[in-house]
Every structure is written in structure tokens, then in C-alpha cells.
């Protein structure tokens, strides 16, 4: 069964950058099939979707937050990231990682426990 | 961008009934090359991510109890509990992946009556 897990700060300062990790376990992201994506829910609120990221490095990000996102994969460490940048208090959340059975068109199948990033000086 | 709706915000069943909730997309979610609709349904619990219940709008998830059920074509969806159980209590999040951005309905909160 594959498991996720992310990792990171969890305290930001305004205008900086919020860097996270999601850690793959119980299957390879190289193994191909899957879309690896970020998705976060702001304190009380509903789901909001980052982006996703291919094991070829291939990428799509939600258009509201695409001039401030980067995401990349590693394979050697099964590993995915995401990268925010310029941060604001907007961007205070939880923020998950999720594999994607896009391929077969089959939703959002597993998913990690969250992350709570703060926004603050 | 897909906007998902969804219908109540939230709702109180008594244990053993049929609870339901509806969701209604912005616009066709359906992919023709596979006749699927692109449309899932989640359920969370406090203090834990999102659980796929429902994808197809109809397939149920393996492992899924199957009082949980999902129907619907188009742009109307609807999420259906046969027969509640205490540890069904959660906000239930609709979703559409046909589209990028991906797209979730605001929540709706299922109580015990």
C-alpha cells in the first residue's frame, strides 16, 4: 500500500519561499501511471488544488498560483516538491500531497496526512 | 475553470437513514473517448486528508462500504448513504478532474440527527 508523507517548515516568513517534500513510500514514482500533486486547505475551508507533477518532470499547476510555483521530482530518493514563492498570509494552510490515477482517469487515490504551513513573521 | 456546487452545505441524519448530497458542475465533466464522467467524491474526517469514496461518479472505491453510492450524468451528481452510520460522520468534498485547474465543492457536512 503506498503511503505519503510530507515534511518541511512549518513556519514561513511573509515574501519568502515555502518549500515542501512529499515522500513516497510502498511504490516508485518511476514506475509511471501516476501524477503526483499538491493540493492545500486553508484553516476551516475547502480544497484547493496546487498542481500536479509527472515522474518525466512534466507539469501542470493551477493558473492562480502558477507565477509563484515550482515543483520538481526525484526519483533516486522517491521524492516530489513543491516550491512557493512570495508567500503572503493567504497562503496559510495545510498542504498535502496525493497520487493521481489520471492515467486511467480514476480520482485521487492516496494521500498524506497534511502539512500546516504558517504564514508569519 | 469547472465550478462545482454543492447542495446543502450541510445536513443532520438520523442513524439508519438515507442520507444525500448533490453536486452540480459548471459544465460537462463527461470524457467521450472512454464514456466516463471525470467526477469523485471524498470524504474527510477531522484531523485527516481527504478518502476517495466514489470516482466515475458511480464506481465505488475498493474497500468502500457499498451503503455509499454515487449516480448522476451531465452536470448533476449526487452522493447517496443508504443507511448512516455514527462513524460516517465527515465533510464530503465533490471533485472534478476533467479539467485543469482541478476543481472541489465547497464541503458538505454530514451530522446525526
Known amino acids: 500500500q503506498v503511503q505519503l508523507q510530507e515534511s518541511g517548515p512549518g513556519l514561513v516568513k511573509p515574501s519568502q519561499t515555502l518549500s515542501l517534500t512529499c515522500t513516497v513510500s510502498?511504490?516508485?514514482?518511476?514506475?509511471?501511471?501516476?501524477?503526483w500533486n499538491w493540493i492545500r486547505q486553508h484553516p476551516g475551508k475547502g480544497l484547493e488544488w496546487i498542481g500536479y507533477?509527472?515522474?518525466?518532470?512534466?507539469?501542470y499547476f493551477n493558473p492562480s498560483l502558477k507565477s509563484r510555483i515550482t515543483m520538481s521530482v526525484d526519483t533516486s530518493k522517491n521524492q516530489f516538491s513543491l516550491k512557493l514563492s512570495s508567500v503572503t498570509a493567504a497562503d496559510t494552510a495545510v498542504y498535502s500531497c496525493?497520487?493521481?490515477?489520471?492515467?486511467?482517469?480514476?480520482?485521487?487515490?492516496?494521500w498524506g496526512r497534511g502539512i500546516l504551513v504558517t504564514v508569519s513573521s | 475553470d469547472i465550478v462545482m456546487t454543492q447542495s446543502p452545505d450541510s445536513l443532520a441524519v438520523s442513524l439508519g437513514e438515507r442520507a444525500t448530497i448533490n453536486c452540480k458542475s459548471s459544465?460537462?465533466?463527461?470524457?467521450?473517448?472512454?464514456?466516463?464522467?471525470?467526477l469523485a467524491w471524498y470524504q474527510q474526517k477531522p484531523g485527516q486528508p481527504p478518502k476517495l469514496l466514489i470516482y466515475?461518479?458511480?464506481t465505488r472505491e475498493s474497500g468502500v462500504p457499498d451503503r455509499f453510492s454515487g449516480s448522476g450524468s451531465g452536470t448533476d451528481f449526487t452522493l447517496t448513504i443508504s443507511s448512516l452510520q455514527a462513524e460516517d460522520v465527515a465533510v464530503y468534498y465533490c471533485?472534478?478532474?476533467?479539467?485543469?485547474?482541478?476543481?472541489f465543492g465547497q464541503g458538505a457536512k454530514l451530522e446525526i440527527k
Open positions: 471533485q472534478q478532474y476533467y479539467s485543469i485547474p482541478y476543481t
Open positions: 459544465q460537462s465533466v463527461f470524457y467521450s473517448s472512454n464514456n466516463k464522467h471525470y
Open positions: 507533477i509527472y515522474y518525466s518532470g512534466t507539469t
Open positions: 496525493a497520487r493521481d490515477r489520471r492515467i486511467t482517469g480514476r480520482g485521487l487515490d492516496s
Open positions: 466515475w461518479a458511480s
Open positions: 510502498g511504490g516508485s514514482i518511476s514506475s509511471g501511471g501516476y501524477y
